[in-house]
């Protein structure tokens, strides 16, 4: 089972972009997808999750309204669409996924894709 992100990139503030989690393998046991980040010099935090049955979705305060998580089954694909980007949200962008319905600890999540920078210049 692999996850691979992409997407990534460097933007103005203010712009749009669109990441893109692929899963192979995907299994009964991926109950939910999170997106979380790593800006720099700080630690990895929580943006998204989905859970892949219900479409239920949760976000961090600071995304809520901006950013959008959500799933292809059929192509075994969660996006997070990024809108009204801002400084604060360079990183590195990882997906994840858990075993759980739905979780904000990274610590629940088993699988990790390998990340995607995000660059947002003011």
């Known amino acids: 089972v692999q996850l691979q992100a992409s997407g990534g990139g460097s933007v103005q503030y203010g712009d749009s972009l669109r990441l893109s989690c692929v899963i192979s393998?995907?299994?009964?046991?991926?109950?939910?997808m999170g997106w979380f980040r790593q800006p720099p010099a700080k630690e990895r935090e929580f943006v998204a999750d989905i859970s892949w049955r219900s479409g239920r979705t949760d976000y961090a305060d600071s995304v809520k309204g901006r950013f959008t998580i959500s799933r292809n089954g059929a192509k075994s694909t969660v996006y997070l669409q990024m809108n009204d980007l801002k400084s604060d949200d360079t990183a590195v962008y990882y997906c994840?996924?858990?075993?759980?319905?739905?979780?904000?600890?990274?610590?629940?999540?088993?699988?990790w894709g390998q990340g995607t920078q995000v660059t947002v210049s003011s």
């Open positions: 393998g995907l299994t009964v046991s991926m109950n939910s």
């Open positions: 994840a996924t858990s075993p759980l319905p739905t979780a904000r600890d990274k610590a629940s999540y088993n699988l």
